[in-house]
């Protein structure tokens, strides 16, 4: 089965006319089987009170929804959001009383400068227009919730980044390094056999418990995954990010679904401590947050050398 993910974002309630409600926590999933392909629709329903449920919708999903109703501080975030994760793909489209040409002012020389313009009622004809994009290589799953079932056991939600995963299968979950095997796998509610990338999976595990297992966690065939407490990254301030940073500040560092707390060890080159170990890929884009800044809480954004 086909699988094609969205970030839903601006006004989030637009999801609920795409499909059934499903997980609830600060991101909201809503999905339906059609056109050949389960299509998931998350919101960040955790923002804009916290941004980092933000960052991991986006980087859930491969296309974008964005149904502007206002101009704020926050849709500027979001749209920087949207810039900083290289989120090229999506449709964008606002209310009547949306002065259109602060828009454009708000999203020039952005990645949404390149979505598909369209009316409210004319969304959904261009989502369903969007096709599954698949990863090859090395299994990959990237977490982002885990619960006990009883009679079950640990249950892990998330979606196949890369490759193909089957039942049965013998993993890693990263960066705890613990064996986990794939007892089996639903899509949408139904058992298969497998699933392959990008789809959103439920498996029911065997080897870890969910007190092992945090949002942004990865279950893989270990490869070209690092694992560390120490980072360097090609880091772009924000210029909407009007704060100093200077070595030993501390901040918050998103990785994929990972958040993580970590301190400045130097500025130039930009190298991160970080309180726990943080699973990535070289290239990974990285993300740092100052949540409590009381304008922009992105501060910038590099890829990790």
Known sequence: MKSVNFVVLGDQEIAAQFGKKGTATDMTMYDKKELGAIRTYTAPNGFPEKVQPLLQTINLA?????????????????????????????????????????????????VLENYIRTTPDKIKEELDKFEQISKDGAARIVIDHCFDVKGVGTVILGKVEQGKIKQYDNLKLLPAGIDVMIKSIQMHDDPVDEAVSPGRVGLAVKGVTPDQVSRGDIICVPSTEQVSTEI??????????????????????????????????????????????VVYNKGDICVILKPESQTIRLLGSGSIR
């Open 62 to 110: 491969e296309y974008v929804v964005f149904y502007v109703n206002k101009l704020d501080k926050f849709v500027g975030e979001q749209i920087i959001a949207l810039d900083m994760l290289k989120k090229k793909h999506g449709v964008i489209s606002h209310t009547y009383d949306v002065d259109e040409n602060m828009l454009n002012t708000m999203i020039k020389n952005t």
């Open 232 to 277: 360097e990254i090609d880091f772009v301030k924000s210029p909407f990010y009007k704060g100093e940073i200077a070595q030993n500040q501390m901040c918050l560092v998103n990785i994929g679904l990972q958040i993580k707390a970590a301190k400045f060890a130097s500025i130039s080159p930009l190298k991160l401590t970080l309180d726990k170990p």
